[in-house]
């Protein structure tokens, strides 16, 4: 991650250039569509003294965490890291922006009906990955959107995580690597104005206090419309302090701070009448070939997502030798969110006398100013994440005899709790209609109050683990890994008897009787092994098996009862286990690295409704299967061209089991079968820079759930954004960013039974000024 130079790099012989240019070439030319990019002072900086600093760049050379012992060429696994330089000249400003420079990974899913998404809501090679998200190693509570102003480089980990940080989702996991302070005073940050009201300002202040000192304060404010969106808005502001004792010192000692407010109107989608796959049911006739406007807001002005995220980390570094480091973390962090969003569906019913009777009505069919949609379906959250977590990690450099090995083991204790406050309607209606065409966010008629049907979830782990690669020669390395994580969850629930709550006995209807409290325990053993030969410090081959699991309650802290639900405790933990094979190229003094990884992810397990116990019950016996190749390229191509661009194509099946996907295929839902992402820049002498990039997504389907009429699939699309900069002097750039320059309409996520979706933002623009002293 980190890299000092006291000399400046030789000149690349024009063979070298050629050859990169040859890979590159290549790599993009598997890809469904052609790619560019951009980058900002990728050299490495000359020193006058031996501190190290952040490499500048789109390529990393490592990730920050210990459990790594290797740089990303000689890791067999596919592991990508977005840098800031990457993200920060995209404009981007949230986790899920970031993001989108990995491709397969993404915001597909809007949510059921009455359970909408909130925050980064992310897939992954055709699994849930929400509940994998990570900051500095230590997993991130709460359903909310992620802002990127304190981060350094987000590491993107392909396949079983189960053995780096325990109960994950099947295919990997996010981590968020924060910035730190350091021993350069400087000055910078960013303010932004564009297209839709964007408004948006980041500062980054770090002084040295005296040699081994130093503190580092990054803050951020932003209230910005959604560009394409009517009501939408993201308005947050956050503040993040970092201050190190013992700097270039045997013993560091770090604490960071970080607080995030955020005031914002959520997104609802928008119906998909009249899209592709789109049929009218009974009284919707008139309504085909005429999909709304996707700028529409059918929420309401008391729409709100309300978050309050903190956190304090301290962590104490101390180095007994070149060959031995102990680390300890220890980490409170805790999310407020208190959130209403109003959905629909888009339902058309004909009663007894032929009048409609859904939830899309009209009083004049032919006139289509005269149809209205109900709002009746009000999703609350109100709800408390918290967590408190200690991690002790030894890393050790040593040999025994002729073999040479890298060893990282340590203990982790961690206490994650989920609290949610019931809140549900008082008054036994609903918002009043929506204009189908054009609608209104004025709504009267909702009210609403906790009603004691509160949860609380609480899951207390203790782990312990053993990394190690063992280098038998300079070209052959085996890795392997070992985690233990003994957990046990505690669930209390709550619920109001009556209507679709529990039968009320002799208690009145509406009181609020406590569910049986639920308890779950066990010691998962994760584990993964790899091979890598390396053909000179070019080329790397490898081969990669993990096995890592999810167990009930594992993802969202809550158990069930239910037979035909993944968190009974009486349930197995679902297993994920990857094959992977690959090969790394490093070129132009590794500078520029070229990767290609074949991979197989089968999960077992899962529920199964189509083979039934003697009891009538569903089994496990369900087994889900994703399979594929990524190809990847990062770097430089010169001192001044820079490229990351990436293709997966995805084969995805229901091995065992009932189909998942609303049309009925074997595929798994909100997976695009093929995805790619590029971004590409060339730096001019005399201070521009121009660049671009294009993202790809192919077909998706959705899931089933018995809805008639609704688009079973989304349609692919390409969308092309592009960037010009250009240096004032040493301390301010000006920035021009455009997204989607073609105004391409296309269906970005959309929900299990189809009848909402996220429209993809249209043609917008951002321009910003850099400033850096």
């Known amino acids: 991650m980190i890299k000092s130079r006291k000399h400046s790099s030789p000149a690349r012989s024009a063979a070298s250039l050629a050859t990169a240019s040859l890979v590159t070439g290549l790599s993009l030319a598997v890809l469904p569509v052609a790619a560019q990019a951009q980058s900002n002072d990728t050299t490495a900086q000359t020193l006058d003294q031996v501190h190290v600093l952040a490499t500048r760049g789109f390529k990393a050379d490592k990730v920050a965490s210990p459990k790594f012992t290797q740089p990303l060429q000689d890791t067999p696994q596919t592991i990508q890291v977005i840098t800031r330089d990457l993200f920060t000249q995209q404009g981007a400003t949230t986790l899920t922006d970031a993001l989108r420079n990995s491709p397969g990974v ?163 989608g928008v119906p998909t009448l009249g899209l592709p796959g789109w049929t009218p049911q009974p009284t919707l006739e008139q309504l085909a070939g005429h999909p709304v406007n996707p700028e529409n807001f059918y929420g309401t002005r008391a729409d709100h997502d309300d978050v309050t995220a903190k956190m304090a980390t301290f962590r104490i570094e101390h180095d007994f030798n070149d060959g031995l480091q102990l680390t300890n973390t220890a980490r ?61 990690n030894l890393r050790a450099d040593f040999n025994t005899g002729a073999i040479a090995h890298n060893l ?23 918002w009043s209609a929506a204009n189908l065409y054009n609608p209104d966010w004025n709504a009267t008629g909702l009210t609403w109050a906790h009603n004691g049907a509160d949860t609380r979830g609480k899951t207390t782990t203790s782990s312990v683990y053993l990394f190690d690669t063992l280098h038998f020669t300079e070209s052959f390395l085996v890795t392997a890994g070992l985690r233990a994580d003994h957990y046990k969850t505690e ?62 309650g594992g993802s969202n802290f809550q158990l069930s009862s239910s037979a035909s639900s993944a968190d009974n405790p009486s349930l197995d933990p679902q297993k994920a286990k990857t094959l992977e094979v690959g090969t790394k190229w490093a070129f132009l003094e590794d500078a520029l690295a070229f990767n290609v990884a074949l991979f197989r992810t089968e999960v077992s397990n899962e529920i199964n409704t189509q083979v039934l116990d003697d009891a009538g019950n569903p089994t496990q016996t369900g087994k889900k299967s994703v399979q594929g190749i990524e190809v990847s390229t990062v770097g430089r191509i010169t001192d001044n061209w820079s490229v990351s661009a990436g293709y ?30 590029s971004w590409t820049s060339y730096t001019f002498p005399f201070g521009l820079t121009l660049g671009g990039g294009v993202r790809y997504a192919g077909q998706m389907h959705r899931g089933t ?31 021009l960013n455009a997204y989607n320059l073609f105004d391409k309409q296309y269906v970005a996520a959309i929900n299990k039974s189809g009848y909402r979706y996220t429209p993809g933002v249209p043609r917008s623009v951002l321009f910003s000024a850099d400033f850096r002293f």
């Open 106 to 268: 993404g915001t597909f899913y809007v949510g059921e009906n009455g359970n909408t998404n909130t925050g980064d809501s992310i897939f992954m090679r055709g699994f849930d990955t929400s509940s994998s998200i990570f900051v500095d190693g230590v997993r991130d509570v709460g359903s909310i959107s992620r802002d990127v102003f304190n981060t350094e480089q987000v590491e993107v980990s392909k396949g079983p995580a189960g053995t780096d940080n325990g109960r994950s989702a099947p295919t990997g996991s996010i981590n968020m690597v924060s910035k730190q302070a350091n021993l350069h005073d400087a000055v910078s940050g960013t303010l932004s104005a564009g297209s839709d009201s964007q408004l948006r300002g980041t500062a980054d202040w770090n002084q040295a206090l005296g040699a081994s000192s130093a503190l580092r304060l990054n803050a951020m404010w932003q209230d910005s419309d959604q560009p394409g969106r009517d009501h939408v808005n993201n308005s947050r502001w956050g503040i993040a302090p970092s201050l190190v004792f013992g700097l270039d010192s045997n013993t560091r000692y770090i604490l960071n701070l970080l607080y995030v407010d955020q005031q914002n109107v959520p997104d609802g």
């Open 491 to 552: 669930y209390q629930s709550a619920a109001v008897c009556g209507g679709r709550g529990p039968a009320c006995g002799s208690s009145p209807v509406g009181t609020v009787l406590a569910n049986p409290s639920l308890e779950h325990s066990d010691t998962l053993l994760n584990w993964k092994l790899g091979a890598v030969y390396k053909v000179g410090s070019i080329v790397s081959l490898y081969g990669n098996y993990a096995l890592s699991q999810q167990p009930p």
């Open 408 to 430: 990282s083991t340590g203990l982790e204790f961690t206490r994650e709790e989920l609290k949610t406050f019931g809140q549900a309607a008082t008054n036994g209606t609903t």
């Open 332 to 392: 409170w962090g805790r999310t407020d969110q208190d959130y209403l969003l109003t959905a629909f569906m888009g339902t058309g019913t004909r009663g007894a006398n032929g009048a409609p009777t859904g939830n899309i009505r009209y009083t004049d069919r032919n006139n289509l100013d005269t149809y209205t949609i109900a709002r009746s379906l009000p999703t609350f959250k109100d709800q408390q994440n918290t967590i408190l977590t200690d991690q002790l």
């Open 648 to 677: 997966s194509h995805l084969d995805t099946e229901v091995e065992e089991g009932a189909n998942v996907a609303a049309d009925g295929t074997r595929n798994l839902t909100y997976t695009p079968g093929a995805t790619f992402t």
């Open 705 to 735: 759930d018995g809805a008639v009429g609704t688009p079973a699939f989304t349609k692919s699309y390409t969308v092309y954004d592009a960037v010009a900069s250009y240096a004032i002097n040493d301390h301010l750039v000006l920035r």
